[in-house]
Protein backbone atom coordinates (compact mmCIF):
# COMPACT_ATOMS: atom_id res chain seq x y z
CA UNK A 1 0.00 0.00 0.00
CA UNK A 2 0.13 3.50 -0.45
CA UNK A 3 -1.23 4.47 2.98
CA UNK A 4 -1.01 8.31 4.03
CA UNK A 5 1.09 9.44 6.65
CA UNK A 6 -2.29 10.13 9.14
CA UNK A 7 -3.06 6.60 8.07
CA UNK A 8 0.16 5.15 9.49
CA UNK A 9 0.38 7.35 12.22
CA UNK A 10 -0.92 5.55 15.48
CA UNK A 11 -4.33 5.62 17.05
CA UNK A 12 -4.50 8.16 19.98
CA UNK A 13 -5.97 5.72 21.79
CA UNK A 14 -3.51 3.60 21.33
CA UNK A 15 -2.14 1.73 24.90
CA UNK A 16 -5.22 3.18 26.86
CA UNK A 17 -8.18 1.99 27.62
CA UNK A 18 -11.08 3.22 26.57
CA UNK A 19 -13.47 1.46 29.21
CA UNK A 20 -13.91 3.23 32.58
CA UNK A 21 -12.81 1.70 35.52
CA UNK A 22 -10.46 -0.40 33.06
CA UNK A 23 -7.59 2.10 33.44
CA UNK A 24 -4.01 1.64 34.67
CA UNK A 25 -4.42 4.82 36.82
CA UNK A 26 -3.89 4.19 40.31
CA UNK A 27 -5.74 6.55 43.48
CA UNK A 28 -3.31 8.35 44.55
CA UNK A 29 -1.22 6.79 47.72
CA UNK A 30 -2.64 3.62 46.32
CA UNK A 31 0.04 0.05 46.68
CA UNK A 32 -0.71 -2.96 45.14
CA UNK A 33 0.68 -5.61 46.63
CA UNK A 34 3.50 -6.65 49.67
CA UNK A 35 6.92 -5.34 50.02
CA UNK A 36 9.21 -8.20 49.73
CA UNK A 37 11.13 -6.78 52.87
CA UNK A 38 8.08 -6.40 55.39
CA UNK A 39 9.54 -3.35 57.68
CA UNK A 40 6.00 -2.34 57.86
CA UNK A 41 4.87 -5.06 60.74
CA UNK A 42 6.93 -6.11 63.55
CA UNK A 43 9.64 -9.16 63.74
CA UNK A 44 8.02 -11.88 65.35
CA UNK A 45 9.82 -12.79 68.94
CA UNK A 46 9.97 -16.42 68.13
CA UNK A 47 11.32 -17.37 64.01
CA UNK A 48 9.56 -20.28 62.80
CA UNK A 49 10.88 -22.22 59.92
CA UNK A 50 7.01 -21.95 58.43
CA UNK A 51 7.41 -18.20 58.59
CA UNK A 52 8.81 -17.61 54.92
CA UNK A 53 8.32 -13.65 55.58
CA UNK A 54 11.80 -11.45 55.20
CA UNK A 55 11.60 -8.85 57.98
CA UNK A 56 14.73 -7.48 56.84
CA UNK A 57 16.98 -9.72 59.04
CA UNK A 58 17.60 -11.78 56.70
CA UNK A 59 21.23 -12.15 54.67
CA UNK A 60 21.53 -11.16 51.04
CA UNK A 61 23.41 -13.03 48.35
CA UNK A 62 27.16 -11.85 49.58
CA UNK A 63 26.33 -13.35 53.06
CA UNK A 64 25.29 -16.51 52.03
CA UNK A 65 27.88 -17.03 49.89
CA UNK A 66 30.67 -15.63 51.90
CA UNK A 67 29.73 -15.32 55.21
CA UNK A 68 31.68 -13.48 57.78
CA UNK A 69 34.06 -15.29 60.01
CA UNK A 70 32.09 -14.19 63.01
CA UNK A 71 29.08 -16.19 61.86
CA UNK A 72 30.84 -19.42 62.76
CA UNK A 73 31.30 -17.80 66.01
CA UNK A 74 27.65 -17.45 66.80
CA UNK A 75 28.66 -13.67 66.33
CA UNK A 76 25.33 -12.00 64.04
CA UNK A 77 24.76 -8.57 62.95
CA UNK A 78 22.37 -7.84 65.70
CA UNK A 79 25.25 -8.01 68.33
CA UNK A 80 27.51 -5.17 66.48
CA UNK A 81 24.21 -3.34 66.50
CA UNK A 82 23.23 -3.81 70.17
CA UNK A 83 24.04 -0.26 72.38
CA UNK A 84 26.78 -1.03 74.44
CA UNK A 85 28.45 0.98 77.75
CA UNK A 86 32.11 2.40 77.31
CA UNK A 87 33.75 -0.31 79.24
CA UNK A 88 32.61 -2.82 77.67
CA UNK A 89 33.50 -1.70 74.04
CA UNK A 90 36.72 -0.97 75.59
CA UNK A 91 37.08 -4.63 77.13
CA UNK A 92 36.37 -5.74 73.31
CA UNK A 93 38.45 -3.33 71.34
CA UNK A 94 40.89 -4.81 74.30
CA UNK A 95 39.95 -8.46 73.43
CA UNK A 96 40.03 -8.14 70.16
CA UNK A 97 43.81 -6.94 70.34
CA UNK A 98 43.13 -3.38 68.42
CA UNK A 99 45.44 -1.03 69.30
CA UNK A 100 44.29 2.14 70.67
CA UNK A 101 45.55 4.98 73.26
CA UNK A 102 43.20 6.17 75.70
CA UNK A 103 43.08 9.51 73.82
CA UNK A 104 42.07 8.09 70.72
CA UNK A 105 39.53 6.31 72.17
CA UNK A 106 37.77 8.66 73.78
CA UNK A 107 38.09 10.43 70.74
CA UNK A 108 36.37 7.91 68.73
CA UNK A 109 33.54 7.23 71.75
CA UNK A 110 32.55 10.68 71.89
CA UNK A 111 32.23 10.69 67.40
CA UNK A 112 30.42 7.13 67.83
CA UNK A 113 27.48 8.28 70.69
CA UNK A 114 26.91 11.24 68.57
CA UNK A 115 26.11 9.30 65.61
CA UNK A 116 23.98 6.84 67.66
CA UNK A 117 22.27 9.65 69.34
CA UNK A 118 21.66 7.65 72.19
CA UNK A 119 23.51 9.75 74.61
CA UNK A 120 26.76 9.75 76.18
CA UNK A 121 26.74 6.56 77.68
CA UNK A 122 26.13 4.51 75.26
CA UNK A 123 26.91 3.09 71.71
CA UNK A 124 26.68 -0.05 69.03
CA UNK A 125 30.30 -1.45 67.99
CA UNK A 126 29.00 -0.86 64.21
CA UNK A 127 28.99 2.82 64.94
CA UNK A 128 32.44 2.29 67.56
CA UNK A 129 33.89 0.75 64.35
CA UNK A 130 33.03 3.28 61.53
CA UNK A 131 34.23 6.03 63.66
CA UNK A 132 37.27 4.29 64.32
CA UNK A 133 37.97 3.79 60.78
CA UNK A 134 36.75 7.95 60.39
CA UNK A 135 39.51 8.83 62.90
CA UNK A 136 42.33 6.40 61.02
CA UNK A 137 41.62 8.17 57.84
CA UNK A 138 41.87 11.33 59.11
CA UNK A 139 44.91 11.04 61.07
CA UNK A 140 47.38 8.65 59.08
CA UNK A 141 49.47 10.39 56.54
CA UNK A 142 49.70 8.20 53.14
CA UNK A 143 52.94 8.75 51.43
CA UNK A 144 52.59 9.51 47.63
CA UNK A 145 53.99 6.20 45.77
CA UNK A 146 55.75 8.21 42.86
Known amino acids: ?6 QQAPDADLGKSLREGWRNIAPEGRTFGLPSVRTDIPKPKVGSVANSMNYGNEPDALQLLRPPK ?16 KEDVRALMADASV ?32 ARQHVLTQTLQVPVPF
Open 1 to 6: GNYTAE
Open 70 to 85: SVELGVNEEHYMQLRP
Open 99 to 130: PMSDDEFERVWEMATGADGEGPERACLDTFMR
